[in-house]
């Protein structure tokens, strides 16, 4: 069973930066296409940073230009650098394929970010 295991979250001050990990047990992760996820409170699950099994990259407009997604295939490993933290950025981040649904959900990892 492909388990995921995101960690790196934490409590920042706007302006601050973090960087997430995904690890990613089993087959799959070089196969597929990998998302970063988050769910802020009261809010639907989006999809904010993907990349493909090549390295292609896509993001939603509004971590644009602050957040940059990686993967090391070798390592089973997907990272999503965030830069120029907002409180906006505030919310459980997770990591699945994309579109979501090859591997179960793991636990997430919160990202707090607040003066």
């Known amino acids: 069973q492909v388990q995921l295991v995101e960690s790196g979250g934490g409590l920042m001050q706007p302006g601050g930066s973090l960087r997430l990990s995904c690890a990613v047990s089993?087959?799959?992760?070089?196969?597929?296409?990998m998302g970063w996820y988050r769910q802020a409170p009261g809010k639907q699950r989006e999809l904010v940073a993907a990349i493909t099994s090549r390295g292609t990259t896509t993001y939603a407009e509004s971590v644009k230009g602050r957040f940059t997604i990686s993967r090391d295939n070798a390592k089973n490993t997907m990272y999503l650098r965030m830069n120029s933290l907002k409180p906006e950025d505030t919310a459980v981040y997770y990591c699945n394929t994309d579109p979501p649904g090859r591997a179960n959900w793991g636990q997430g990892t919160q990202v707090t970010v607040s003066s």
């Open positions: 089993g087959s799959i992760f070089s196969m597929y296409a």
